[in-house]
């Protein structure tokens, strides 16, 4: 029998919270402005975003949006051109994204138990079901992340050139990535590494990552061509008259 002290219903839901962030500058992308706000669709993608995580079956009790503090105006302008109605709170980022976490993490100091997203925002395209799927992971293991398997050959460097990697032995990782919410904020006390690229990588030292299957489409808008990829992406899913 399962002891119930380790054990968590799978029928309860605990409180949700997301954290977006929001806080880079999109250097790789070379726009005029930060690649969260340029245009999707005639949408910004920080909004596709946003939509997202709040959609209503998902239950997200509380949305914390981390911006670079000197684009709150424009997030604000952007918000009343599109009407956005959608509860958030904008918090200003840090330096690097695990600063960004950090901050909207503090946000949600003092907030009941619970488990708690990081998403990029400017991952626009991710499905209900892999934010579902990767909120109930976490909520039955502590800790979740979205992945994916690599559709290329992956090689590794060395001294005398490259050697081929075993890819099913690999995954590449997305977000969402879920967390108990103590938890986390347990792991953004620790210092910050130079090896943190995520979430998990954060956590990772206080409690196993369990992976969920995320999806191909869930793409991170990166380098202009993701702009175009994204686009196709999205005009696929919207409903034909
Ligand atoms: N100081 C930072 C850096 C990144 N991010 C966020 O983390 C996500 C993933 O980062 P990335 O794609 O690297 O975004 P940028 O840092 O903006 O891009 P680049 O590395 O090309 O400058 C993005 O939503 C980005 O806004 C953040 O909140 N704060
Ligand atoms: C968090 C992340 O999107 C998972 O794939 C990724 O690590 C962000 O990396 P970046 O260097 O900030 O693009």
Redesign the pocket.
Known sequence: MNDPKTTRSQDSKPPRYAIL?????????GASQ???FLNLLGEPVLLHTLRRFSEHALGIQQCVL?L?QDQFTTWHQLCAQHQVQIPHTIVA?????W???RNGLAHLTGQPAGVVAVH????PLTPRSVIEATFQAAHNHGAAVAAVVPKDSVRGLNQQGSYALNRARLRLVQTPQCFDLELLQRAYQLPELTTFTDDASVVEDLHPIYLVEGDYRNL???TPEDLLVAEAILRAEQPTE
């Open positions: 962030v929001a806080g880079g500058s999109g250097t790789r992308m930060p690649k969260q981390v670079p980022g840090g330096a690097t994204r600063a960004s976490v990029d925002g400017v991952r991170k808008i990166t």
